[in-house]
């Protein structure tokens, strides 16, 4: 391996040891972060032809950005730095966003508060969920990183579109909580204000006694009788999408 790629490794393995860093795993990620305004510090691919046809198909819009950034490395080296790459064979780090002014957003939209998830494939579908529908954010309560490279791959890099943070319980923006919970009131009963925080259970304890009793309203999607619950992030995508039915001017 040429010296100048080693130089690259070298600097993507001292980037990477910044715990503000976080790993975009795949061209999907890295377009959205792109796009979505990321701090990329470093961009690496094993097939700069494929990262160019892959930008012209599907992101015009940061092929040019995309394409001065890569660098491009064999896979064998790419392998030594990120183990189980992503099959476009692009990668990169960014910085995570300081999340310390979440409080203080504007509400135009709701919060989705993930109330102690186990699944990391889970957050990363509610945020994505989240950017795709208009949500402001998604905090999570509990011991997992809501910025964990697997909820980073199952948002496919969206966390840069809305704002993401773990939190206490006791710690959450001000407005109106509506928790779900499938013995709740019929979610249809009621309208979501835009400022309200949707707060959703973990996938095998449901919602904590504490959020539940600090809930303005308990909220359930209805289901056919002898099925007992949704999937978490299909719960939350009917609840966002349950907000946005009501609105008038959409997303
Ligand atoms: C997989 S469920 C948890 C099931 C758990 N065994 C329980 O006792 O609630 C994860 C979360 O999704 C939400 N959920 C799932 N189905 C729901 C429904 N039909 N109505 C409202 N919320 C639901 C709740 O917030 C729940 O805590």
Same mark, same amino acid.
């Given at each position: 391996?040429?010296?100048?790629?080693?130089?690259?490794?070298?600097?993507?393995?001292?980037?990477?040891?910044?715990?503000?860093?976080?790993?975009?795993? #795949?061209?999907?990620?890295? @377009?959205?972060?792109?796009?979505?305004?990321?701090?990329?510090?470093?961009?690496?691919?094993?097939?700069?032809?494929?990262?160019?046809?892959?930008?012209?198909?599907?992101?015009?819009?940061?092929?040019?950005?995309?394409?001065?950034?890569?660098?491009?490395?064999?896979?064998?080296?790419?392998?030594?730095?990120?183990?189980?790459?992503?099959?476009?064979?692009?990668?990169?780090?960014?910085?995570?966003?300081?999340?310390?002014?979440?409080?203080?957003?504007?509400?135009?939209?709701?919060?989705?508060?993930?109330?102690?998830?186990?699944?990391?494939?889970?957050?990363?579908?509610?945020?994505?969920?989240?950017?795709?529908? #208009?949500?402001?954010?998604?905090?999570?309560?509990?011991?997992?990183?809501?910025?964990?490279?697997?909820?980073?791959?199952?948002?496919? #890099?969206?966390?840069?579109?809305?704002?993401?943070?773990?939190?206490?319980?006791?710690?959450?923006?001000?407005?109106?909580?509506?928790?779900?919970?499938?013995? #709740?009131?019929?979610?249809?009963?009621?309208?979501?204000?835009?400022?309200?925080?949707?707060?959703?259970? =973990?996938?095998?304890?449901?919602?904590?006694?504490?959020?539940?009793? @600090?809930?303005?309203?308990?909220?359930?999607?209805?289901?056919?009788?002898?099925?007992?619950?949704?999937?978490?992030?299909?719960?939350?995508?009917?609840?966002?999408?349950?907000?946005? =039915?009501?609105?008038?001017?959409?997303?």
């Amino acid at each position: 391996v040429a010296p100048d790629r080693q130089e690259y490794a070298r600097r993507w393995r001292l980037t990477a040891a910044d715990p503000r860093v976080v790993l975009l795993d #795949g061209f999907h990620a890295v @377009k959205h972060a792109l796009r979505f305004g990321a701090d990329v510090r470093l961009v690496l691919t094993t097939d700069r032809a494929g990262l160019r046809a892959l930008s012209r198909d599907m992101a015009p819009d940061i092929a040019a950005p995309l394409d001065t950034s890569a660098v491009e490395l064999p896979a064998a080296l790419v392998r030594t730095l990120v183990p189980k790459a992503d099959p476009t064979g692009v990668v990169a780090l960014a910085t995570r966003p300081d999340d310390s002014a979440l409080a203080a957003l504007p509400r135009r939209s709701p919060v989705v508060v993930l109330d102690h998830p186990r699944n990391l494939g889970n957050v990363g579908a509610v945020v994505r969920l989240a950017a795709g529908l #208009g949500a402001t954010g998604v905090i999570t309560t509990g011991d997992l990183d809501p910025w964990h490279p697997n909820a980073l791959r199952g948002s496919a #890099g969206l966390h840069f579109a809305v704002a993401v943070a773990r939190r206490e319980r006791d710690d959450l923006p001000a407005g109106p909580l509506i928790a779900f919970d499938p013995d #709740g009131d019929d979610i249809r009963s009621i309208g979501v204000p835009d400022d309200a925080l949707l707060a959703f259970g =973990s996938e095998r304890h449901g919602l904590s006694p504490d959020l539940r009793a @600090k809930a303005d309203r308990l909220v359930a999607v209805p289901m056919t009788a002898g099925v007992s619950s949704f999937n978490l992030a299909t719960t939350v995508a009917m609840g966002l999408f349950h907000w946005l =039915s009501g609105r008038a001017g959409g997303c």
